[in-house]
Nanobody, 128 residues
Framework: QVQLAESGGGLVQPGGSLRLSCAAS????????LGWFRQAPGLEREFVAG????????TYSDSVKGRFTISRDSAKSTVYLQMNNLRSEDTAVYSC?????????????????????WGQGTQVTVSS
């Protein structure tokens, strides 16, 4: 089993920044994809950003491209989501998810059904 623990959420004003962390523990995989998803009240969960296990490829949704940056620290088994220039529409519960097995020849998947392990999520609220 894999445990994913998100942290770093909170309340921030529009235009502000937050950095989310996703720490993985338990079973390890030689290759994997790690994705960030979010779900706002009344809406379906949507893909935000993803990264390959080796950092070779990253993928972003159009709504966050240029504002959010995903990165990973393999030594700490942690993936980060740096969120800048936050907007009210970024308010949501943010969750990280892991898909075991990957290849650099394919893009990071944006479909949540492809991910096996999920964290509990962390709340991000953007409001003045």
């Amino acid at each position: 089993q894999v445990q994913l623990a998100e942290s770093g959420g909170g309340l921030v004003q529009p235009g502000g920044s937050l950095r989310l962390s996703c720490a993985a523990s338990g079973r390890t995989f030689s290759t994997y994809d790690l994705g960030w998803f979010r779900q706002a009240p009344g809406l379906e969960r949507e893909f935000v950003a993803g990264v390959k296990w080796n950092g070779a490829r990253t993928t972003y949704s159009d709504s966050v491209k240029g504002r959010f940056t995903i990165s990973r620290d393999s030594a700490k088994s942690t993936v980060y989501l740096q969120m800048n220039n936050l907007r009210s529409e970024d308010t949501a519960v943010y969750s990280c998810a892991l898909k075991p097995g990957s290849t650099v020849w394919k893009s990071v998947p944006s479909t949540q059904s492809e991910y096996t392990y999920w964290g509990q999520g962390t709340q991000v609220t953007v409001s003045s």
